[in-house]
């Protein structure tokens, strides 16, 4: 991570601030930005991250949206992926557009707990901002975050659209020129890294197919799954059978007797060439 000229400034207002969110499109430089705010936030308040992209987190599963907990320095190079969360809203899919109505409940979930902490909310978002699509979907989460300080990082106009809507303090940024734009092969091999990693632990298990949310779907084989103890996402899991009356699946989780309901998301796992 190399900072820039205009970090300082927006570290801050960073600093005044407890809502602070990152906009920007792809490979913009959000996240490493987030990662600076956090490693000079830390030091003087604790840092609630909730990093909604779905696609290329930081922390937590690619697929959900995870929150940390900041609360001393943290090393983010220590590992080549990281996993660690403290929270995990599961959505299912890579993209928000596969149903942004259920992207934006796993978000206002995810904002939700986070008003029950002290700390600074730091969010980081997917690189989604072009068309009505993607600056409803900003909106929305703006609406429901509520914060005092947007930061964007725009680097021709292309977030005007959104910019032109938002009430809250705004300090926009021209992306840095050492950013290094990540093909789609090079996202999916991130994804898969981040996958292999957390289901490395893995084993199979049975529960009743009746704990399944979803309705059974085509393809069913290999999707992903959320594992959830009522509305608390515990863990996630990829089906490996659906029996008549039974499913297997296999998830890095000790212990079954909590998991009383089973989403199924969009992903296929096995089709993405994840897991055999
Ligand atoms: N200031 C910087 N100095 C050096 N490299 C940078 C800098 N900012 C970003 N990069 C690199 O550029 C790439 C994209 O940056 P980053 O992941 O922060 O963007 P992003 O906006 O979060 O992208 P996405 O929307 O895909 O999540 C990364 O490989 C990152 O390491
Ligand atoms: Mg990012």
Redesign the pocket.
Known sequence: ??P?AQWDKALDKALKSKKIILL?E????????AKYLIKNIVPSTSVCFIDS?VG?STIGIPTTIAIKVFDRPYDFNKEEVLIDFDKIYFFGATTPTLSLDDFIEQFYRAVKFSQSLESTVLVDT??LVAGDVGKNLKLSKIKIFEPDLVII?EKKDEMRHIISEIKSEIFIFKP?S???P?NLALRAEYRKKKFLKYFKNSESFMLEKRLLKTETKEDIEGRIIGLYNNEECLAVGVIEELGKDSILFSAPISDLKKINRIKVGYLNLKKEGVLN
């Open positions: 991570m190399i820039e920007g792809v490979d913009s430089g959000k996240s490493t930005f992209d290329q997917t690189g990082f840095s050492n950013i290094k990540r």
